[in-house]
T-cell receptor, first 114, second 113 residues
Framework: EAGVVQSPRYKIIEKKQPVAFWCNPI?????LYWYLQNLGQGPELLIR????????DSQLPKDRFSAERLKGVDSTLKIQPAELGDSAVYLC????????????FGPGTRLTVT | QKEVEQDPGPLSVPEGAIVSLNCTYS??????FMWYRQYSRKGPELLMY????GNKEDGRFTAQVDKSSKYISLFIRDSQPSDSATYLC?????????????FGQGTELSVKP
């Protein structure tokens, strides 16, 4: 069974440029999560979806970040414009549903903003 | 103060040592306690899961939860070089829709041959 797929794995952009990350969750998983992981820190939730509905986006900086999960499967996280402080690893995870305790993580996208 | 505090690393031990990793938390609503392992350049993977208080053993790994002290531990017996990774504690509250998973900052472990 394929795991959570993320692309790109690495991205280097200049500040003020836009960037987008893509995530394909495990087949059959209704819940999808986007996390931010800074160096030496644990992941922090940005947004979580139940099917196509965002059920918790309180940690998403909405002035520059946006996310969508069309058709309740793939998801895209966008930053526009990027700032130097956005350099981090962006992790996508999925679970069977909101109540499932196990989340399966993708390998992440390492973003460097110069 | 963070909701979940994890002992800072890095931690370096010789092969075969017993490793103890710990976290404290402040939110008494947490009911689910997990340990994730994260290898370099990889995403976290679930290692151990415990509901409420008590101990759970899986091979060389033992997870302990003491809700009265708001303290959780992961013990690794007979540590191996392949155990070298960052270990993240994580916890959440219960409920039909589940609570947000809160992670500790992680402890980097290095097991030397």
């Amino acid at each position: 069974e394929a795991g959570v797929v993320q692309s790109p794995r690495y991205k280097i952009i200049e500040k003020k440029q836009p960037v987008a990350f893509w995530c394909n969750p495990i087949s059959g998983h209704n819940t999808l999560y986007w996390y931010l992981q800074n160096l030496g820190q644990g992941p922090e939730l940005l947004i979580r979806y139940e099917n196509e509905e965002a059920v918790d986006d309180s940690q998403l900086p909405k002035d520059r970040f946006s996310a969508e999960r069309l058709k309740g499967v793939d998801s895209t996280l966008k930053i526009q414009p990027a700032e130097l402080g956005d350099s981090a690893v962006y992790l996508c995870a999925s679970s069977l549903n909101l109540g499932a305790y196990e989340q399966y993580f993708g390998p992440g996208t390492r973003l460097t903003v110069t | 103060q963070k909701e979940v505090e994890q002992d800072p690393g890095p931690l370096s031990v010789p092969e075969g040592a017993i490793v103890s990793l710990n976290c404290t938390y402040s939110n008494s609503a947490f009911q689910y306690f997990m340990w994730y392992r994260q290898y370099s350049r990889k995403g976290p993977e679930l290692l151990m899961y415990t509901y409420s208080s008590g101990n759970k053993e899986d091979g060389r790994f033992t997870a302990q939860v003491d809700k009265s002290s708001k303290y959780i531990s992961l013990f690794i017996r007979d540590s191996q070089p392949s155990d070298s990774a960052t270990y993240l504690c994580a916890m959440r509250s219960s409920g039909n829709q589940g609570g947000k998973l809160i992670f500790g900052q992680g402890t980097e472990l290095s097991v030397k041959p």
